[in-house]
T-cell receptor
Framework: SYVLTQPPSVSVAPGQTATITCERN??????VHWYQQKPGQAPVLVVY???ARPSGIPERFSGSNSGNTATLTISRVEVGDEADYYC?????????FGGGTKLTVL | QITLKESGPTLVKPTQTLTLTCTFS??????????VGWIRQPPGKALEWLTL???????YYSPSLKSRLTITKDTSKNLMVLTMTHMDPVDTGTYYC????????????WGQGTQITVAS
C-alpha cells in the first residue's frame, strides 16, 4: 500500500478536463510534485512545488494542494496526454510516490 | 543541458550485490543545492524511491531498504554509484537515476533507465 493514495484510473474525453487526486493526511503542509510517464519511457516532471510548471510543460497542466488532497488538473485534454501520472512528496527524511493513476483519453 | 545515464549489469543472481553507475553532465555535485538519486520501478508497478545524495554529502535512504543501499559520488568524474546488497527476484525492474531540482523536492531530469533482472 502507499502512503499517497491515487485513484487507479481516470477516463476523460478529448477536450475535457481531467482531475487526478493524491491523498494523504495533511498533505497540504508539504510540497507535491507530479510526473507523467508514457509506456517505455522515463517519467517527466509536469508540475512541481504544488503548482509550478517546468519549462516546456503546457499551461494546460496545473496543480493545487490543500488539506488532505493535492490535485493535478489537465485542461483541454489531448490524446497525447494518455499516460500514467504519479504524485510525489518529500517529507524531509524520505521521498514517497503515489501508486499512480492511469489516464485514459476516450 | 542536464543529462544522466545509468550503466551496470542487466542480470544479477539472487543474493548478489548490484552496482549501478550514473554518469551525468550539465551540473556539478560540488555546487550548492545539487542532488542526485535513484528511483526504481518493478514491471507494471509504481515508482519507488531508493536514495538521495546532496552536494554536501548528506544522504537519505528508503527506510524499507536502508540496510541494503549505499550511495556514493565521485565529483571529479561526475558520477554516482549505487550498491544494493542481497538482491532478490522482487528487485527486478527498471532503475532510474535522476537530478534533484535545487531547493525543491522534485526530480527534474531523469536518465533513460536501466533494466535489472534478478534470476538464477
Amino acid at each position: 500500500s502507499y502512503v499517497l493514495t491515487q485513484p487507479p484510473s481516470v477516463s476523460v474525453a478529448p477536450g475535457q478536463t481531467a482531475t487526478i487526486t493524491c491523498e494523504r493526511n495533511n498533505i497540504g503542509s508539504h510540497s507535491v510534485h507530479w510526473y507523467q510517464q508514457k509506456p517505455g519511457q522515463a517519467p517527466v516532471l509536469v508540475v512541481y512545488d504544488d503548482g509550478a510548471r517546468p519549462s516546456g510543460i503546457p499551461e494546460r497542466f496545473s496543480g493545487s494542494n490543500s488539506g488532505n488532497t493535492a490535485t493535478l488538473t489537465i485542461s483541454r485534454v489531448e490524446v497525447g496526454d494518455e499516460a500514467d501520472y504519479y504524485c510525489q512528496v518529500w517529507d524531509y527524511i524520505s521521498d514517497e510516490f503515489g501508486g499512480g493513476t492511469k489516464l485514459t483519453v476516450l | 543541458q542536464i543529462t544522466l545515464k545509468e550503466s551496470g549489469p542487466t542480470l544479477v543472481k539472487p543474493t548478489q550485490t548490484l552496482t549501478l553507475t550514473c554518469t551525468f553532465s550539465g551540473f556539478s555535485l560540488n555546487t550548492s543545492g545539487m542532488g542526485v538519486g535513484w528511483i526504481r520501478q518493478p514491471p507494471g508497478k509504481a515508482l519507488e524511491w531508493l536514495t538521495l545524495l546532496y552536494w554536501n554529502d548528506d544522504k537519505y535512504y528508503s527506510p524499507s531498504l536502508k540496510s541494503r543501499l549505499t550511495i556514493t559520488k565521485d565529483t571529479s568524474k561526475n558520477l554516482m554509484v549505487l550498491t544494493m546488497t542481497h538482491m532478490d527476484p522482487v528487485d527486478t525492474g527498471t532503475y532510474y537515476c535522476a537530478h534533484r531540482t535545487p531547493y525543491s523536492g522534485s526530480w527534474r531530469y531523469w536518465g533513460q533507465g536501466t533494466q535489472i533482472t534478478v534470476a538464477s
